[in-house]
């Protein structure tokens, strides 16, 4: 990901450092400052992580996701650990957010020095409580969001900054990543594992067996965590994504300021019953219930008047939503839009090319970017959305007179 510094004054360049697929190379993790006040003369300056390295036990106590291993056996170091996905830039051109979607975390760095100063773990997202429902389950043949005795992680790919009243924001879109590369995979299901008994009971799961496939039996878990003392029990399970969006306070990362919670799963699966958690790339209902569901993946934020608006990018039910978030106290839900027709006559025409390849609708949203009024070349806020599997690119008018998305 690059982004221009408000100020134009820096172009930053997130370098993902992601493993060779052999997992012997796993190359380190940075981000790219360069300075572009005199764009004839561009200073170059790398923010590294190597700095950390000494302290990766801090880290992992803290909870910030350290673990890869490679072919030979070595453990990655932090630099080669922290893969930088996104970044956000504050008002004063001063700090970067840098998302760190494997490790669970954020880089907070100082740009005209190009110093990370801090990497901060985001924690976990209780589904066992009221409001954090999901439906992990693609066997069940039913649209089931309930909850369940498991963790998930915020992961976010996509984050955007904000500023209210003088206080810094960051929105993050949850979608989770698990690591696979070579013959290192993390992610694991409740079957191939031993789980405390007194946590994963029919009493946790609804009356039945959380190995069951209608149960916990597919949705996938991390095996790099949840066996605390190393005994081979797992008392703890941590799923990839929060499968919703976040408001966190830019100086305490520690919990968000605000969570949608299950809104996304229970808006979709009331507006599209036959297609809910449907892929990008297929029609059918509960497709992707155990694997992160509609998949929030792409943020931006907008200022309209006077609200800020976050529109979040899903990328498989292939909608894009919009919220006020003005007051990150006070979210409200604005509006979503999807071109989709769920048609698996016009789908498959576009997988064999004898029709566009968004004849289905456009899929897959991944990259937004808000057009503000004054910039906009026909003076109204436009939302522009690129969409990966379908590889088309749609402009969108913003109108929220009627609290609509048109």
């Not at 996509?158 to 924001?169: G, T």
């Not at 507006?271 to 449907?278: H, Q, S």
């Not at 608006?309 to 006020?324: H, K, N, Q, T, Y």
């Not at 509006?335 to 016009?346: L, Q, S």
Request: glycine share 8%.
């Amino acid at each position: 990901m690059v982004a221009f510094s408000p100020d134009g004054n820096y172009l930053l360049v997130a370098n993902e450092g992601e493993p060779d697929d052999s997992y012997t190379v796993d190359a380190e993790g940075s981000v790219t400052v360069i300075n572009i006040m005199n764009i004839n003369r561009p200073i170059v300056q790398t923010a590294t992580f190597t700095g950390f390295n000494s302290q990766k036990e801090q880290l992992q106590a803290a909870g910030v996701r350290i673990f890869g291993k490679k072919a030979d056996g070595m453990m990655s170091s932090v630099a080669e650990d922290v893969e930088p996905e996104y970044i956000a830039i504050d008002k004063d051109s001063k700090t970067a957010y840098v998302s760190l979607q494997e490790n669970n975390a954020i880089a907070v760095v100082d740009i005209a020095s190009a110093t990370v100063m801090a990497i901060k773990p985001l924690g976990f997202k209780d589904h066992s409580l009221a409001g954090n429902e999901l439906d992990v389950s693609n066997k069940d043949d039913k649209i089931n969001i309930t909850t369940w005795p498991i963790l998930g992680m915020y992961m976010p790919d996509a984050i955007a900054y904000y500023s209210v009243n003088d206080k810094d924001y960051i929105v993050t879109a949850n979608e989770g990543d698990g690591r696979e590369w070579g013959e290192f995979n993390e992610e694991i299901n409740i079957g191939d594992v031993n789980v405390d008994p007194a946590k994963f009971n029919k009493a946790a799961c609804h009356g039945m067996d959380c190995a069951d496939k209608k149960a916990l039996g597919k949705i996938g878990f991390s095996a790099a965590m949840g066996d605390s003392n190393g005994d081979g029990v797992y008392e703890k399970l941590y799923s990839f994504g929060a499968r919703s969006f976040s408001i966190w306070d830019a100086d305490d990362l520690s919990k968000p300021v605000y969570d949608s919670g299950s809104f996304m799963a229970k808006y979709t699966a009331e507006k599209y019953p036959k297609n809910f958690n449907a892929s990008n790339d297929k029609n059918d209902v509960d497709n992707r219930s155990d694997n992160k569901g509609a998949e929030p993946e792409g943020v931006t934020i907008g200022h309209i008047g006077s609200q800020t608006i976050a529109f979040i990018g899903l990328e498989r039910i292939s909608s894009v939503m919009a919220f006020d978030v003005t007051d990150p106290a006070k979210v409200t839900f604005l509006g979503e839009i999807n071109t989709r027709t769920f048609d698996d006559t016009k789908l498959d025409a576009a997988k064999k090319g004898t029709a566009p390849a968004n004849a289905d609708g456009d899929l897959g949203p991944e990259g937004l970017t808000f057009i503000a009024a004054a910039d906009s070349p026909n003076g109204k806020p436009l939302l522009m959305v690129g969409f990966e599997v379908s590889g088309t690119s749609r402009l969108f008018e913003l109108d929220f007179s009627d609290a609509a998305v048109e």
